[in-house]
């Protein structure tokens, strides 16, 4: 499993090629052989790049989902729509396809910042304002969810 670190500025050409930071493309070599997928995000205004073998293990889980159940079909159908499967280049470029591109709003300047086993794709703008928007309400967020771990060790 993939823990990645970081948040790099880059910029997008324009054929909606954006060229991987080098710090993060190191981390991401492992993957590179089998591919990515890239898709919407749920929550934000962003896109997901997921390493196959991380994408894939979210596939089991989704596949165990009863299709029998209206809820689980509708949620299935959003959460893959627009899903791509893409690749770096031989130059470490990255071709975001044009509707998730419009999706996220991403046209030149860009932030691919990592989100533990993902790397979330951000116009930069739009990145800004999501993290200023949760500037105020981090804290409570934090204590919410890490606040009642049993856990002794604790992180900060």
């Known amino acids: 499993m993939l823990n990645l670190i970081g948040t790099y500025e880059c910029k ?5 090629r954006l060229m991987v930071p080098a710090p993060l493309k190191k981390q991401l070599a492992p993957a590179m052989t089998q591919g990515f997928v890239i898709k919407r995000a749920v929550f934000q205004p962003c896109l997901e790049l997921y390493p196959m073998d991380e994408w894939n293990r979210l596939m089991e889980k989704m ?9 689980n079909v509708d949620f299935i159908r959003r959460f893959t729509a627009g899903v791509k499967t893409v690749e770096l280049d031989a130059t470490g470029r990255l071709n975001v396809p044009k509707d998730l591109a419009s999706f996220a709003g ?9 989100a533990i086993n993902i790397v979330e ?36």
Do not use: C, H, P
């Not at 991403?106 to 990592?114: F, L, Q, T």
């Not at 409570?140 to 856990?151: I, N, P, T, Y």
């Open 12 to 16: 997008a050409d324009a054929k909606g």
């Open 63 to 71: 596949n165990k989902l009863n299709r029998f159940n209206r809820k």
């Open 106 to 114: 991403i046209s030149k300047d860009v932030v691919v910042s990592s």
């Open 121 to 156: 794709i951000w116009d930069k703008t739009k990145y800004e304002q999501a993290i200023d928007d949760a500037a105020d309400d981090f804290a409570d967020l934090a204590e919410d969810v890490m606040g009642d771990r049993d856990e002794q060790d604790g992180i900060s």
